[in-house]
C-alpha cells in the first residue's frame, strides 16, 4: 500500500497533461514554440547591440585617451608639470559623462568628471573604483569599472604620460545600458503580443483543423447511445463522406469507423437473425409440447383411476411420470411466455388490485413454507395499477417462491407494498431505470443468509441458479427472476435487488 501510492504520485508527476484535450495540447506547443523564439531572437539582438555599442563607445574612448594623453605631455613638455584634470577635461574637448584621473605610483590622484551642462569638478565616487582603476593595464583594451556614487559603470582606458604618471580616461555606459534596456522591452512587450496572437490564431486553426475530428466523435458518440444489447438495431450511423478522406489523417479515422460500423452492423443483424431462430424454436418447441405432456398427465390420471389392478410399484411409477409431466408443463408454460414477451406481444391493460394479490400469493406461500414466518405490510388504501393480473401475480409468487426456496427454516419473509410520487431509481442486477410519476413500489424482504456478489450481475438471466444443481428439491429452472424483470419490464416498470447477509430485499416498482 505504502509503495502503491508514491507510484501513482510519480506517475501524475510525469503526465501532468494527460487529461488536457488535443486541441489544448497543441495550442500550448504553439504558443511554447513562440514564446522560446521570441526569447531566443530578443536575447541574441540584446546582446549583439550591447557588444556593437560598446565598441562604438570603445573607439571613441580611444580617441579620447589619445587626445588627452596628447595634451597632457604638450602641457608637461611646456610647463614641465601635469595640467590638473579639470584643465585637461576642458582642454580636450570631451562630452559630458566623460571622466578622468591620474595613477602615480599605484595611487590615484586629483580625478574628476564632467557632468552634464557644467563644467570639470571632483567626482563623488565610491566604493573600490580606485583599486579597479590602479588594476588597468596601460595600451590594454578598454575595461568595465563601476565607480559607483553618481558615476556608475564606465569604460576606462589608461595611457602613459611623462614622469612615471598614468592618465585613466573613462566614458559612462549609461547610454548602452538605457538603449539595450529599451530594446529589451520593445522585444518583450512584442513577444507578449505575438504570444496573444499565437494563442488565438492557434485556437482558431486547430478548431477549425480539427472540426472533422468533433464530427467522427459525435458520430462515435451517437453509436455509444444507441440500445445495442438487444432487440433489433438499425445501426445507420456513419460518419459523413467529407470526413473519410483517405489522404488525411482524421479522415482515414473516420473510414475505419465508418468500416467498423458496417461489420458491427452486419454482425448484430446476424445475431438477431439468429435470436429470432432460436426464441421461434423455443416457442415453436414449447407449443408443440404442451400437447402430449397433457396427453401424457392425462393417460397417468386415468391410469391411477384402476389403482387396485396395479401393483405398488407401477403405481409409484405413475406417479412420478405424473410429478414430472405436471414440472415439465409448468417450465414449458415459462418458456412460453417469455417467447411472447420476446415477441413483445401486448399484455392486458385493466385495473388490478395488488394489495388483494399480495394477500393472495401470500396466503398461498405460508401454505407451501409453512417453516417460514410471512409478514405482510400494506397500505390502509387498496393500490390499484393498470396491467395484467395473471403476469403480475405470477411477478409475486416467483418472488416469494425465490425467497422461499433459497432460504433456510425459521427465515421471516416481510412482503410490503407502497406508493411513491416522482423520482428517478436505479438499480443494481438488472435493474434499469424508471423515470418520475407516480408508482406502486412491492418489496420481498427476508433475514436470510443473502446473495453471493458473483451472483448478482447474472441474478435476472435467464436459467441463473444459485447452485448448480437441477434437482427438484434443491435446484431450480433459473427462470423464476427472468421471468419477474420481463413481466415488469413490460407493465413499464422496474425490478432491483439489493443483497448482504441478513437482508435481501427485491423491489418492484410499477407505474400507478
Do not use: C
Request: no cysteine; charged share 20%; aromatic share 4%.
Amino acid at each position: 500500500m505504502t509503495s502503491a501510492a508514491p507510484a501513482r504520485e510519480r506517475g501524475r508527476w510525469r503526465h501532468p497533461f494527460r487529461s488536457w484535450t488535443l486541441r489544448s495540447r497543441l495550442v500550448l506547443a504553439v504558443v511554447a514554440l513562440v514564446a522560446v523564439l521570441g526569447v531566443i531572437i530578443g536575447l541574441v539582438s540584446v546582446l549583439f547591440l550591447r557588444g556593437y555599442l560598446l565598441g562604438r563607445l570603445d573607439d571613441q574612448l580611444q580617441g579620447a585617451a589619445q587626445r588627452s594623453g596628447v595634451a597632457a605631455a604638450d602641457t608637461y613638455a611646456r610647463v614641465g608639470q601635469l595640467p590638473s584634470i579639470t584643465e585637461l577635461l576642458q582642454r580636450s574637448a570631451l562630452s559630458p559623462g566623460a571622466f578622468a584621473a591620474y595613477i602615480q605610483d599605484g595611487v590615484v590622484t586629483n580625478p574628476g568628471y564632467i557632468p552634464p551642462g557644467g563644467n570639470a569638478k571632483a567626482p563623488t565616487a565610491s566604493g573600490n573604483w580606485q583599486e579597479q582603476l590602479v588594476a588597468i593595464s596601460l595600451g590594454g583594451r578598454a575595461d568595465s569599472v563601476d565607480l559607483g556614487g553618481s558615476l556608475g559603470e564606465y569604460r576606462v582606458q589608461a595611457v602613459a604620460l611623462p614622469n612615471r604618471t598614468e592618465l585613466v580616461i573613462g566614458l559612462p555606459i549609461s547610454d548602452v545600458q538605457q538603449t539595450t534596456a529599451q530594446l529589451a522591452l520593445i522585444i518583450a512587450l512584442v513577444t507578449i503580443g505575438g504570444l496573444a496572437l499565437a494563442a488565438g490564431t492557434g485556437l482558431l486553426i486547430v478548431r477549425l483543423a480539427l472540426r472533422p475530428l468533433d464530427r467522427v466523435a459525435a458520430t462515435a458518440g451517437a453509436v455509444s447511445e444507441l440500445p445495442l444489447d438487444h432487440g433489433e438495431v438499425a445501426l445507420a450511423v456513419r460518419v459523413p463522406d467529407e470526413d473519410t478522406d483517405p489522404h488525411t489523417e482524421v479522415g482515414r479515422v473516420g473510414a475505419s469507423i465508418n468500416r467498423m460500423l458496417g461489420h458491427v452492423a452486419s454482425a448484430l443483424v446476424a445475431r438477431q437473425a439468429s435470436e429470432n431462430k432460436v426464441r421461434q424454436f423455443v416457442a415453436d418447441a414449447s407449443h408443440e409440447l404442451r400437447t402430449p405432456l397433457a396427453s401424457i398427465r392425462g393417460y397417468s390420471e386415468l391410469t391411477r383411476r384402476f389403482s387396485e389392478q396395479l401393483p405398488p410399484d407401477v403405481m409409484r411409477s405413475i406417479g412420478r411420470i405424473e410429478s414430472e409431466a405436471t414440472r415439465m408443463t409448468g417450465l414449458v408454460e415459462d418458456l412460453l411466455l417469455l417467447a411472447r414477451l420476446d415477441e413483445g406481444r401486448a399484455l392486458e391493460r385493466e385495473p388490478v388490485d395488488l394489495s388483494r394479490l399480495v394477500i393472495d400469493a401470500v396466503s398461498d406461500a405460508h401454505a407451501a413454507g409453512g417453516d417460514h414466518r410471512w409478514s405482510i405490510d400494506l397500505p390502509e388504501e387498496p393500490v390499484i395499477v393498470t396491467g395484467d393480473e395473471p403476469r403480475l401475480h405470477q411477478v409475486i409468487v416467483n418472488l416469494l417462491a425465490n425467497a422461499r426456496v433459497h432460504t433456510p427454516e425459521g427465515t421471516t419473509v416481510t412482503v410490503s407494498l407502497t406508493t411513491e410520487g416522482g423520482g428517478v431509481a436505479s438499480g443494481a442486477a438488472g435493474g434499469g431505470v424508471a423515470g418520475g410519476g407516480a408508482r406502486a413500489v412491492l418489496s420481498v424482504a427476508d433475514d436470510g443468509p443473502g446473495i453471493a456478489p458473483e451472483l448478482m450481475p447474472t441474478l435476472f438471466e435467464r436459467f441463473a441458479r444459485g447452485d448448480s444443481s437441477r434437482s427438484r428439491d434443491t435446484g431450480s429452472t433459473g427462470l423464476g427472476l427472468a421471468i419477474v424483470q420481463a413481466v415488469v419490464s413490460a407493465h413499464g416498470g422496474f425490478v432491483v435487488a439489493h443483497s448482504e447477509p441478513g437482508s435481501t430485499v427485491f423491489r418492484v416498482a410499477l407505474p400507478l
